[in-house]
């Protein structure tokens, strides 16, 4: 199985903050690396797909990169709407697999 | 707008079983790979299993294998996942979720609104 290690597990940021997330994978996944966001008591929703393919209404804060084994998610500037957890997920082979997640807070 | 809602979450004994249904809409539910993932109390998110299109394969995570079985009614726009031996550490929401057609990788793009499983005595 692929694992996939997220750091850090969390964060503290304030409004206008440039946060970055990272997304180590336990072998090489091409690009087959997918980055969703939850709320509190939601589902989660898909941001980024592909390492970089931003899905369609997803604010051009957000942005990833990466291939190979090693990825980042980037906001360039943190909103309040941006406190969440975020998680990544390798779409490369099954079982398919996710990080542990990284808690974005409000410092 | 595509809507997926699971229904069948239930509190059940060890060794019970339970079977969860995901009805979706907004969408051709038969173009689309479906998925099933869970989440623990507190926890992250792991996947479980997912269903070709016209159901014939299917593929599962080896804590469920033997236990769970994914299936679909394409004509009744659903999804199920048959769960068995139920244990304790089975407890979590469990979400449908659709798998997109682009990129042509396992990409969950909708997800349903979650059913709880709570297995306890």
């Known amino acids: 199985d692929i694992q996939m290690t997220q750091s850090p597990s969390s964060l503290s940021g304030s409004i206008g903050d440039r946060v970055t997330i990272t997304c180590r994978a336990s072998?090489?996944?091409?690009?087959?690396l997918n980055w969703y966001q939850q709320k509190i008591g939601k589902a989660p929703k898909l941001l980024i797909s592909?390492?970089?393919s931003l899905q369609s209404g997803v604010p051009s804060r957000f942005s990833g990169s990466g291939s190979g084994t090693d990825f980042t998610l980037t906001i360039s500037s943190l909103q309040p709407e941006d406190f969440a957890s975020y998680y990544c997920?390798?779409?490369?082979?099954?079982?398919?697999?996710f990080g542990g997640g990284t808690k974005v807070e409000i410092k | 707008e595509v809507q997926l809602v699971e229904s069948g979450g239930a509190l059940v004994q060890p060794g019970g079983s339970l079977r969860l249904s995901c009805a979706a809409s907004?969408?051709?539910?038969?173009?689309?790979?479906m998925h099933w993932v869970r989440q623990a109390p507190g926890k992250g998110l792991v996947w479980v299993s997912r269903?070709?299109?016209?159901?014939?394969?299917?593929h599962y995570a080896d804590f469920v294998k033997g236990r769970f079985t994914i299936s679909r009614d394409n004509a009744k726009n659903t999804l199920y996942l048959h769960m068995s031996s139920l244990r304790a550490e089975d407890t979590a929401i469990y979400y449908c979720?659709?798998?997109?057609?682009?990129?042509?990788?396992?990409?969950?793009?909708?997800w349903g609104q979650g059913a709880l499983v709570t297995v306890s005595s």
């Open positions: 072998q090489t996944i091409d690009i087959y």
């Open positions: 592909a390492a970089s």
């Open positions: 907004g969408f051709t539910f038969s173009d689309h790979w």
């Open positions: 269903i070709k299109t016209d159901g014939s394969r299917t």
């Open positions: 997920q390798q779409s490369y082979s099954t079982p398919l697999t």
């Open positions: 979720a659709r798998d997109a057609i682009s990129p042509a990788r396992p990409t969950f793009d909708h």
